[in-house]
C-alpha cells in the first residue's frame, strides 16, 4: 500500500466510532485505528481471539468476538446506523457472498459514514488480464476447490464498488494492487515478497492437496511438480491481484 493503509478520506469526518470486521490475532490495523483516532472508540470483530495481552490493549479499543453478519443490531455496541468507518481486509479465504456482507455493514454505517474493504478476489497468478497458467492443472484444482468445495464467492469483490452503488452508496472507488510476483523492486514490495507471497503458496498448496485426493500417485506427483516449478519461482509480469473498494454512505 505504499504505506497507505487508509484510501478513503476518513480523517475529513473525525470518526468517533470504527469498526475493524476480521481484525486477526494481532488485530494490527485495529491497533493503527486506536492510535490515529485517539478520540474515537474502535471495535475490532473476528471469529476467533485475539493474542494481545490485556496491558497491551489501547483504552480506546474493544475487541467482540463472533461474525458480524449475527451481531449487528444483536449487539448494542453494533446497531444500524451508528458506525462512522467500517474497515474489512482479507475475509476472501471464508466470503460466501460478498453481496450479503457488504448490504450487512453498509447498514452499520451512520450518514456520511465510510467503509473500506481489502481483499482478494480469485485464486489465479496474473499476467497481464489473464491467468499467468491457464493451462495448468493445478490452478485448476485450485480454483475447484476453493469456488465448489469451499463455496467461496470469488467473483464479486472485483465490482465491490458497483455494489455499493447499488446500495446507495456515494463516491466509490476500486483499485487495484498487482503484487509483484518477481522480485522486490522496493522497499515497499519487501513484506509482500518476504511474508505475503510464502502465505499464498501455502494457501495455494493446501487448495491442491485437498482435491487430488481421488487422483493416483503419478498423477498427485505431476500436479505436486507443476505447482513448484511454476507458481514458487519468482517470475517477472506476473502478479497477485488485489483490491480496494471504499465508498461513503449519503
Same mark, same amino acid.
Request: glycine share 10%.
Given at each position: 500500500m505504499h504505506n497507505n493503509p487508509i484510501h478513503a478520506p476518513v480523517s475529513d469526518i473525525n470518526p468517533k466510532k470504527i469498526v475493524d470486521v476480521g481484525c486477526g490475532m494481532n488485530a494490527d490495523m485495529t491497533m493503527y485505528f486506536a492510535k490515529r483516532f485517539p478520540d474515537a472508540q474502535v471495535y475490532a470483530i473476528d471469529l476467533a481471539p485475539v493474542n494481545i495481552p490485556k496491558e497491551h490493549i489501547p483504552p480506546n479499543v474493544t475487541f467482540i468476538q463472533g461474525n458480524i453478519i449475527d451481531l449487528v443490531d444483536v449487539d448494542p455496541r453494533l446497531a444500524s446506523g451508528s458506525v462512522d468507518f467500517l474497515y474489512s481486509r482479507l475475509l476472501a479465504s471464508g466470503m460466501q457472498d460478498w453481496k450479503k456482507y457488504i448490504k450487512c455493514v453498509t447498514s452499520l454505517l451512520g450518514h456520511g459514514g465510510m467503509i473500506e474493504m481489502h481483499d482478494f478476489a480469485?485464486?489465479?497468478?496474473?499476467? *497481464?488480464?489473464?491467468?499467468?497458467? *491457464?493451462?495448468?492443472? @493445478?490452478?485448476?484444482?485450485?480454483?475447484e476447490y476453493a469456488s465448489k468445495k469451499m463455496a467461496l464467492d470469488l467473483a464479486t469483490f472485483r465490482k465491490a464498488d458497483v455494489v455499493m452503488q447499488d446500495l446507495g452508496m456515494e463516491d466509490t472507488h476500486i483499485k487495484e494492487y498487482r503484487l509483484n510476483w518477481g522480485t522486490a523492486k522496493d522497499e515497499s514490495e519487501?513484506? @509482500?515478497?518476504?511474508?505475503?507471497?510464502?502465505?499464498w503458496l501455502a494457501a495455494l498448496n493446501m487448495f491442491v492437496e485437498n482435491l487430488i485426493t481421488d487422483e493416483s500417485r503419478d498423477v498427485q506427483e505431476e500436479i505436486r511438480r507443476e505447482l513448484r516449478e511454476q507458481a514458487i519461482p519468482p517470475v517477472e509480469g506476473v502478479y497477485f491481484p488485489f483490491f480496494v473498494a471504499w465508498g461513503r454512505k449519503p
Open positions: 480469485d485464486v489465479a497468478l496474473m499476467k *497481464g488480464d489473464k491467468p499467468a497458467f *491457464g493451462d495448468s492443472k @493445478w490452478q485448476s484444482y485450485a480454483f519487501k513484506v @509482500w515478497a518476504l511474508e505475503g507471497r510464502a502465505q
